[in-house]
């Protein structure tokens, strides 16, 4: 059966996934949809031409209609707007959610078997609206965030030890709350607590936090774009290949870490049939009260969008 990946929202982000599909040869057909259509075909043109010269057969086209999308095992959504300097990720909500409303219902209409990947901001709550609209099981509509934070974490960790084997992890909402996590972090096989002082740590911590907003500030007309479709492609071939690796990604919660109706950042199986588990790590209690005060925070914007998309 052919691998079939669908992009919708060819900026920056998009037009970088489907790039890194295809010099990869990741899938066998890409499908690129956005409201810039001549963009887009731009876009599918030049990664078509790039392929060639290195005899990917990865197949490239910009289409038009959702129904397009309708044999796609994964559809990728990086629509909607991406913030500028002086804005937090919070501010696109609304007209995010608006879009995001309006894609997915097309979308869950014509194909009912997709796996949705959400990478648009602010990524929990916009994981939430698609699962709302398209009533598809969670295990099917998970968000980009995690493997991003973790490797912005995994970098600050590097600045300060060196080229190391660095195995990072940050959970919780995709926003100003999120939740590095310390004691599970470790470079060459050791916990980073033994080879940092906590004034390091701390550090890392706040830039960790701020690795997105440091992009948008350098960058000034948005945000960044290489390490979170790189992100977005290792999640893509996780489901594609059946691999079965564990990667933070946004998930709706329904009892794991104790919370529930709720979305936000946790390790998870990735494989064919999208989510196959939920891995509940053991949090340490200052661990459990940032992932508290992180959900807090999504679910005053999931309460936001949940009147909005009604
Ligand atoms: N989850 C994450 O970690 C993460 C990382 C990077 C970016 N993002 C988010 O991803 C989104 C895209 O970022 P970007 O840098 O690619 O932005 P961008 O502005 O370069 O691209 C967005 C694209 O969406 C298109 N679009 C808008 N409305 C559409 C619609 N209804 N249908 C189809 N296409 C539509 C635009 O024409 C544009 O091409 C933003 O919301 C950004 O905040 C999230
Ligand atoms: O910072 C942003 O607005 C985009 C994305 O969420 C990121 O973390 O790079």
Avoid: W
């Avoid at 995001?100 to 949705?116: H, R, S, V």
């Avoid at 660095?166 to 310390?182: F, K, N, S, W």
């Avoid at 916990?191 to 701390?202: A, C, E, N, P, V």
């Amino acid at each position: 059966m052919k691998k079939r990946v669908g992009v919708i929202g060819v900026g920056n982000v998009g037009a970088t996934i489907a790039y890194n599909l295809a010099l990869k040869e990741s899938c066998d057909e890409i499908l690129l949809k956005d409201i810039r259509e001549d963009y887009t075909k731009a876009v599918a043109l030049d990664i078509s031409q790039a392929s060639c010269a290195i005899n990917s057969k990865t197949k490239i086209e910009e289409v038009s209609n959702n129904a397009d999308f309708k044999e796609c095992n994964i559809i990728v959504i990086t629509a909607g707007i991406a913030r500028k300097p002086g804005m937090s990720r919070d501010d696109l909500l609304l007209t995010n959610a608006e879009i995001m409303k309006n894609i997915i219902e097309e979308i869950a209409k014509l194909n009912k078997d997709a796996i949705i990947i959400i990478v648009s901001n602010p990524l929990d709550a916009m994981v939430y609206t698609a699962l709302k609209i398209s009533k598809f099981p969670r295990k099917r509509v998970l968000g980009m965030a995690g493997i991003l934070d973790s490797a912005r974490m995994s970098y600050f960790i590097q600045e300060k030890l060196g080229k190391k084997d660095i195995q990072a992890l940050v959970l919780g909402g995709h926003g100003d709350e999120m939740v590095p996590l310390i004691d599970s972090t470790k470079a060459d096989g050791i916990s980073i607590s033994k080879l940092l002082s906590q004034k390091q740590i701390d550090e890392i911590i706040e830039k960790t936090k701020n690795g997105g907003v440091e992009i948008v500030k350098l960058f000034k007309t948005g945000s960044a774009y290489y390490a979170p479709a790189h992100s977005t492609l290792l999640m893509i071939e996780a489901i594609l290949n059946d691999e079965k690796k564990i990667y933070p990604c946004a998930v709706k919660l329904e009892g794991e870490y104790g919370f529930k109706d709720t979305v936000t950042g946790v390790p998870v199986v990735l494989g064919k049939n999208g989510v196959e588990k939920i891995v509940e790590y053991k949090l340490s209690l200052a661990e459990q009260k940032a992932f508290a005060t992180s959900i807090k925070s999504v679910n005053t914007l999931i309460n936001k969008v949940e009147k909005y998309i009604k």
